[in-house]
């Protein structure tokens, strides 16, 4: 299984880790990393998320 990230959601996360890093660059890691370790809990249990249907045709 595999999580596809949108354009949108990308742009999301940069914009997550600069709010954070104006205050401190090690806690916008963090969180990011937080973040990005939810996806694995996503692919480890796949039935855990759910499809977007207006994402269903992202490449």
Do not use: Q
């Not at 937080?34 to 249990?45: H, P, S």
């Amino acid at each position: 299984m595999n999580v596809r990230w949108s354009y949108e959601s990308s742009e999301d996360l940069k914009a997550i880790y600069n709010y954070i890093a104006n205050d401190s660059e090690y806690y916008a890691s963090a969180t990011i990393e937080k973040i990005l370790n939810l996806e694995n809990l996503l692919i480890e249990n796949p039935l855990l998320g759910r499809v977007v249907a207006e994402y269903l045709t992202c490449s």
